[in-house]
Each structure stands twice: as C-alpha cells, then as structure tokens.
C-alpha cells in the first residue's frame, strides 16, 4: 500500500532543548494512526515538526509526504502539498470572519453550507474567527476550516480537548465522513480517549520521553491507561526502556 507519511530517525530541539529522539514513524494512505503519551512526552512537538512550524528545529532524521522530502520546506508549501493540521490551542483572529476564511479555503458554496450546517456553524460565519466563541465552537470552527483545506493527511492534536459529548459527536461525525473519503489518512493525539469512538483507527503508537515505545490497538492501548495512567507507563518505560 502506499506510504502517505514517512518520518525516519527524526530528531528535533525546541529552544535548544533536544524533544524528539529518533523517531520512527510510518503511516499509509487511507491510514488512521493514535498518538497516545503523558504531557510532555513530545506529541505535539512531533506534529508540529511534520507541519514545519518555527521553533520546532529538525537537528536529524527525514520527513517524507508522498515520497517528497519535505522537513526543509516552509509550512504552506507543505500545506499545498496536502498536509492539515488542527490546532490544540486555537487562535483567535480579528478582523477576519470566518466566512471570509471559508471562501480562502474552497471555493464551492454548497461545501461550505454543508460542513458549516453538520458543524452547527451557519451563525457563527459572520463573525471574527474564535472572538467570543465557546471552546467547542473554537474547536468545530477548527476542523471546518480543516475540512475545507481538504487535505490528505490530517494532523489533528487533541480535537476533543475541552470540549462537551455533544460537540464532540458533531466533529466525529464529520471527521468521520471525511477520513472514510478514498486515501484519507490521520494522526490524531488524544488524551480523553472520546475521539475514537467516531474514528476507525487500527494503529496505536505511545510516546514516552520523545521516544515512541510502543505501539497496538488504539482501544486496547487507551483501556491500559485508563486503568493504570501514564505513572504506569513511565515506570514500565523506566524499567524496559524503547521496544
């Protein structure tokens, strides 16, 4: 099957601190991989390297989108390529409404009604993009500006932070509809676990002190940790170290 995303002995620093360490990650088309670990342990640091934000310094290892090295191009090229992300802290942008984004980002009227109906978005388009909006509305005026950028690979780190059952249900219907659309693929981190009742996700990965440990079923790796935390899976990495 065709590889989507490829990232191969990644290494990267943040403020001269080394984060990521030799990170080896694949995913193919059509793929949806979760990325599960304890606060700090590296995963949106990951993510946002894959994207090519600032800051985030790739000191080794490759990045490959399609089977085009892309760790040393700027983040819209990336995205022109085919790589969104939506963020875990969304920004809040004035002077721009939401619908002026949404026409930026597609051009077919009736996309933007349909994914701005199923989102519960229709009155929230004439406004400035997250001024005054709940966390739930931040986070679906998020993934509809993601799901209008339409890309092939979705970045998605924590789309369910912060936000109520009924708003997640909305997102994971369309997140759902989108990611079974033909060679769709995903990262998604997560911590509350709710996401994956709408995502048919296969493959797990954990990471532990930016370094992937693990890795298995999404749901059965996710019971483990409800039922003995992240404190478990740092003594048992402390004990056995990477697989």
Known sequence: MEIMLEVKNLCVEVDGKEILKDINLTIKKGEVMVLFGPNGSGKSTLIKAIMGFSGYRVTGGE??????????????????????????????????????????????????????????????????????????????????????????????????????????????DVLNRRLNEKGKSALVITHSGYILDYLKAKAGCMMVKGKFWCMGSP????????????????????RKGPE
């Open 63 to 172: 990045i490959f989108f399609k089977g085009r090295r892309i760790d040393g191009l700027a983040i819209e090229e990336r995205a022109k390529l085919g790589i969104g992300m939506m963020h875990q802290h969304s920004p809040r942008i004035r002077g721009v409404k939401l619908k002026q984004m949404a026409h930026f980002l597609s051009e077919d009227e009736k996309a933007i009604a349909g994914i701005a109906d199923r989102l519960s978005l229709k009155e929230h388009l004439d406004r400035d993009i997250n001024l005054g909006f709940s966390g739930g509305e931040m986070k679906r005026a998020e993934l509809f500006q993601l799901v209008l950028q339409d890309p092939d690979l979705l970045l998605l780190d924590e789309p369910e932070s912060g936000v109520d059952l009924e708003n997640i249900a909305l997102m994971g």
């Open 219 to 238: 749901k059965e790796m996710f019971k483990s940790i409800r039922e003995g935390g992240y404190e478990k899976c740092r003594e048992c990495y402390d």
